[in-house]
């Protein structure tokens, strides 16, 4: 007599094995509602990549010229995360993405794109952040090794930006131990005084970096917590 074993006879060890080699978009699209079991079981036992959300943070750093578009009052504009299918596009005339299946992490920003599901959208606006100017993220070093140089792309943009920003303020209140070096040379070319800069770049960039990382754990932890949160069917609406 021959036995034939189901695939829901397996041990959740067994299934969980399998998962390992599955894509989350794969574990979801074949066993998300398909009984209570598998439900359950990919809703609680899949986590997000810690290296996919970096790959997230530092493309959208640099997918819009935040350095032109951000304010710095009030620490910046106001952010959410949610993880969702694919990456998120720059344009709909010009997405500029390379992945369009996988499990991703969009930032929309308060008064912009809306969660159409109410329980999703009130999870996710638990956790805002702040972004400013200076989490654009384009790093350059140069190629002569002895100058042992570094900037950052949008620096020089961002201190000519000074009559609507208000940075000469903004770095007096906030990082005072750099002002003088910046604002108080008798060199005027802005783009000299990208160097200056680097201190208040990296330490934005962790300061914005470790408050997505913190929203985007909690976050997942709650989302996985309601029985019908599919992250690669969540829907966006202006």
């Known amino acids: 007599m021959v036995t034939i074993t189901r695939f829901d006879d397996l041990s959740p060890e067994l299934i969980l094995c399998i998962f390992d080699y599955l894509s989350p978009y794969d574990r979801y699209n074949s066993f998300f509602n398909c009984n209570y079991r598998l439900h359950e079981l ?57 992945d369009a299946n996988g499990l991703h992490w969009w930032f929309i920003y308060e008064g912009g794109e809306h969660i159409l599901n109410e329980h999703v959208r009130a999870i996710v606006t638990r956790y805002p952040f702040r972004l400013n100017p200076f989490f654009y993220h384009n790093e350059h070093k140069s190629t002569d090794q002895s100058l042992n140089r570094r900037w950052f792309y949008g620096g020089s943009i961002i201190l000519g930006r000074d009559e609507r920003l208000h ?12 002002f003088d070096r910046i604002f108080n040379s008798s060199d005027f070319d802005l783009r000299r005084k990208e160097d200056s800069l680097v201190p208040i770049f990296d330490s934005e960039w962790l300061k914005a970096t470790t408050a997505i990382y913190k929203a985007a754990i909690q976050l997942w932890k709650d989302l996985k917590e309601l029985d019908d949160f599919n992250p690669f069917q969540t829907e966006f609406t202006q």
């Open 42 to 98: 990919v809703k609680k036992r899949t986590e997000f990549n810690r290296k996919e959300l970096n790959a997230d943070i530092l493309r959208f750093s640099t997918l819009h010229s935040w350095y032109k578009h951000l304010p710095l009052d009030n620490d910046g504009m106001l952010y959410f995360i949610v993880p969702t299918k694919g990456q998120q596009p720059r344009y709909s005339f010009d997405p500029c993405v390379t």
């Open 167 to 178: 940075v000469r303020t903004w770095i007096s209140n906030n990082y005072p131990e750099h």
